[in-house]
């Protein structure tokens, strides 16, 4: 089975403007979740999507938002970028609600200047 | 809250030697517990993880144990090898069914094995 991918790989955006990320989860994997990886506050929670719709959500501010295909590929996007926002972003992939293992794609290293 | 605290922050072991992390958890109606490995510019890589009916967990060198009375958890690595050095994760599940989709991690371990 092929992992799961993230595009793209790599993003320079600048201040002000908007990102969107996307994800593609294991073949047959319903839940994809997203978190943030800096240095300073290592990986956190942004949130999940189970079956189209956003099943948890972390602390993180309104500009983070995301949606969910019916075949399960995920996106999120990042409204006015802030310096702050530069990160690795990773989505996570998990089978089903019952089943928590969770498999990393490759992230995405956004970079804000 | 929901809170993880992992320790040590940085590990250096000698090759062949032992090596523990330990991590606390606050939130009691966590039940499953993921530790990943992250070597420097790669993905995590899940390596074990254990749920909240059993005690310990085997595979290979790896082990994990867990006490939920003390919300306590650790990764035990026996025999390192150099090929073990890298940023060790662990993570708990937050909440109970409704929220099977997140969990919460520490800041991580940087493990390095000396040849």
């Known amino acids: 089975k092929a992992g799961v991918t993230q595009t793209p790989r790599y993003l320079i955006k600048t201040r002000g403007q908007q990102v969107t990320l996307s994800c593609s989860p294991i073949?047959?994997?319903?839940?994809v979740s997203w978190y943030q990886q800096t240095p300073g506050q290592g990986l956190q929670f942004l949130f999940e999507?189970?079956?189209?719709?956003?099943?948890n959500k972390g602390n993180f501010p309104g500009r983070f938002s995301g949606r969910q295909f019916s075949n399960s590929r995920s996106e999120m996007n990042v409204s006015t970028l802030e310096l702050g926002d530069s990160a690795l972003y990773l989505c996570a992939s998990s089978l089903s609600g019952v089943s928590y293992e969770q498999y990393f794609g490759p992230g995405t290293r956004l970079t804000v200047t | 809250g929901e809170n993880v605290e992992q320790h040590p922050s940085t590990l250096s072991v000698q090759e062949g030697d032992s090596a523990v992390i330990k991590c606390t958890y606050s939130?009691?109606?966590?039940?499953?517990f993921p530790w990943y490995k992250q070597e420097l510019g790669k993905r995590p890589q899940l390596i074990i993880d254990i749920r909240s009916n059993v005690g310990e967990k085997k595979d290979q060198r790896i082990a994990v144990t867990l006490n939920k009375t003390a919300k306590h958890f650790s990764l035990h690595i026996t025999e390192t090898q150099p090929e073990d050095s890298a940023v060790y994760f662990c993570a708990a599940s937050m909440g109970g069914s409704s929220n099977t989709g997140k969990l919460i991690f520490g800041q991580g371990t940087t493990l390095q094995v000396k040849p």
């Open positions: 073949s047959g994997h319903r839940s």
């Open positions: 999507y189970f079956s189209e719709t956003q099943r």
């Open positions: 939130d009691s109606a966590s039940n499953y």
